[in-house]
C-alpha cells in the first residue's frame, strides 16, 4: 500500500524523464513529446479494474495448485486456503519488486526506455489490482473483526508516515534510487509473508511437490464437519422421533403398572 502511494507521485517524473529521448509520435505521447497524462492515467485505472476481475480466478488457480488440507473461514469468502492466499501476495510482491526496478535498470538516453517503462508501470497496476483482495482476505483470516479498525490504525499511521518521508526524500535523491528502494522493501514484504505459513502447511506442499500422496483424514475440510455433525442430529432426531421402538423408560413404566396390578390383586 505504500509502494503503490510512493509510486503514485514518482511515475509522472520518471515517464517525463524518459521521453526526452522517445521516438517522437508514439503511443501514450502528445504533439510536444512531452508523456499523454490523462492517456496514462486511464491506461492504469483500466488495467486496475482489470486486474480486479481476474483476481479470483487468479486465486482460484493458486488454490487448485496448493496441496494444503488447512482450512480457515474468510467472513464473506467462505473457506480459503491461508496458504494459497499468503502465496499469491507473496508472488505479487516479487513481482511487484521486479517492475519497479525497471526504470533503474533503463539507460536513460535509449530511444525505448519510455516505451518498456510504461509498460512495467501498467503491469505493476495490474498486478496490484489482483493482490488488492488478499490483503482484504488477509485481515479477515488473521485480525478479528471487532478489533480490526483499532488493530489497523497503528500500521496506516506508520504508512503514511513513510510514504510523507519518501515523497519529501525524491526531491534529495533520484527516481533510480527511490524505485530501487520500493522494490527491496517490496522483497522484504514477500518474505515476511511467506513467515505466516505454518511448518505443517510447508510440509503438505514439499509433499505435494514431491509426488507424495496426503492422508484423506488431514484433508477433511471445516464445512465436511459441519455436514457430518449436522446429518448426525438429523439422526437423532429421526431416531428420537420413531415410535415404533420401545424406550427403558417406557418399558420401566409397563413394569410398574403390573406390578400395582398385581398386588391389588392379591389384596
Not at 1 to 10: A, K, P, T, W
Not at 38 to 52: E, N, Q, T
Not at 119 to 130: H, N, Q, W
Request: aromatic share 10%; with cysteine.
Amino acid at each position: 500500500e505504500g509502494s503503490l502511494q510512493i509510486f503514485i507521485f514518482m511515475w509522472s517524473p520518471a515517464l517525463r524523464h524518459f521521453s526526452m529521448n522517445a521516438q517522437s509520435g508514439g503511443w501514450f505521447l502528445d504533439s510536444h513529446g512531452e508523456p499523454a497524462y490523462g492517456l496514462i492515467f486511464g491506461g492504469y485505472m483500466a488495467v486496475g479494474v482489470l486486474g480486479g476481475l481476474v483476481s479470483p480466478a487468479v486465486r482460484k488457480l493458486v488454490t487448485s495448485l496448493v496441496s494444503t488440507p488447512v482450512l480457515r473461514t474468510a467472513p464473506g469468502t467462505g473457506e480459503v486456503k491461508p496458504l494459497a492466499v499468503e502465496m499469491m501476495a507473496a508472488f505479487c510482491y516479487i513481482i511487484c519488486a521486479i517492475l519497479l526496478m525497471t526504470p533503474s535498470m533503463l539507460p536513460e538516453n535509449g530511444p525505448h526506455s519510455f516505451t518498456l517503462a510504461l509498460t512495467a508501470f501498467l503491469i505493476y497496476e495490474f498486478v496490484a489490482s489482483v493482490y488488492g483482495p488478499c490483503e482484504g482476505m488477509i485481515r479477515s483470516i488473521y485480525i478479528p473483526s471487532s478489533a480490526r479498525c483499532s488493530i489497523m490504525t497503528l500500521p496506516r499511521i506508520i504508512v503514511n508516515v513513510a510514504v510523507a518521508s519518501g515523497v519529501i526524500s525524491t526531491t534529495f535523491v533520484s527516481f533510480n534510487v527511490a524505485f530501487t528502494a520500493i522494490a527491496g522493501l517490496m522483497i522484504i514484504s514477500a518474505a515476511l509473508q511467506m513467515s505466516l505459513v505454518s511448518k505443517g502447511e510447508w510440509k503438505c506442499l514439499w509433499k505435494s511437490v514431491m509426488g507424495e500422496k496426503i492422508r484423506p483424514s488431514k484433508r477433511v475440510s471445516i464445512r465436511s464437519y459441519n455436514h457430518f455433525m449436522s446429518a448426525v442430529a438429523e439422526t437423532n432426531r429421526r431416531l428420537s422421533s420413531f415410535r415404533c421402538l420401545p424406550s427403558f423408560s417406557s418399558f420401566n413404566e409397563e413394569l410398574e403398572e403390573a406390578e400395582t396390578e398385581e398386588k391389588q390383586k392379591v389384596q
